[in-house]
């Protein structure tokens, strides 16, 4: 376990279907973050929140819609989805390193979505 | 233009070999970090080691060492005694400050397989 739990690990879902992909950490960081990872490019920021306000979103459709309840949990909610959707949806958490002061990402382990 | 650059998509490695992980990066910035990320088969991204780009000397961390050729804008990962579940793809990282606003930014990794 890395700190950040990600849920379901897997999900397949037509393009008319309406789910949810939940992200959790308790770790105490304060900025939440959700990348897409698709085969052979380079992992791709969605959404960023600091303090539950959104603060990045980086021109992702209108179909992914996120959501920041507190600063424990991110959800990122799904409809009308496209099979080029289907990727890895990795949520991740920040802190400050206290040796070097670099903002160090946590990652949960990831959503394997698969759009039919 | 691809700011972060792995060139290596695979690579394999005899166990207890030192292997050389490449890394070029493109940017403008005079403040910016360097990071490197290793992911497993479990999907979740681990964060390995920092470079920051007014530090003078190359960071080291356990077995990982990043040398930093600023001139070059190279930031290769080295890992010494390199062992089996050092198998996963690499990620270069790179963090540039956009007016205050955090971002990273990853290049397409580099699948390592270590033999026995």
């Known amino acids: 376990e890395t700190g950040v739990t990600q849920t379901p690990r897997h999900l397949v879902m037509g393009m008319t279907n309406k789910k949810s992909l939940k992200c959790e950490q308790h770790l105490g960081h304060n900025a939440m973050y959700w990348y897409k990872q698709s085969a052979k490019k380079p992992l791709e920021l969605m959404f960023v929140y600091n303090f539950k306000e959104q603060t990045e979103n980086n021109s992702v459709p209108s179909r992914f819609s996120p959501e920041c309840p507190n600063s424990s949990h991110l959800f990122l909610h799904l409809h009308t989805l496209q099979p080029e959707d289907s990727a890895l949806y990795l949520c991740?958490?920040?802190?400050?390193?206290?040796?070097?002061?670099?903002?160090?990402?946590?990652f949960g382990a990831g959503s394997r979505l698969t759009v039919l | 233009a691809q700011k972060i650059t792995q060139t290596q998509p695979g690579m394999f490695v005899q166990e207890k070999e030192a292997v050389t992980l490449d890394c070029t990066y493109d940017?403008?910035?005079?403040?910016?970090?360097l990071f490197w990320y290793k992911q497993p088969s479990s999907g979740e991204m681990i964060f390995l080691i920092y470079q920051g780009s007014y530090d003078e000397q190359n960071a080291t961390e356990g077995r990982y060492s990043l040398n930093f050729q600023k001139a070059r804008k190279s930031a290769n990962l080295v890992i010494s005694a390199s062992q089996l579940g050092d198998s996963a793809m690499y990620f270069c990282a790179m963090r540039e400050d956009n007016f205050g606003n955090e971002k990273l930014t990853f290049g397409t990794g580099t699948r390592l397989t270590i033999i026995p």
């Open positions: 940017t403008s910035d005079q403040s910016y970090g």
């Open positions: 991740a958490s920040s802190h400050q390193d206290r040796a070097t002061g670099a903002n160090v990402l946590t």
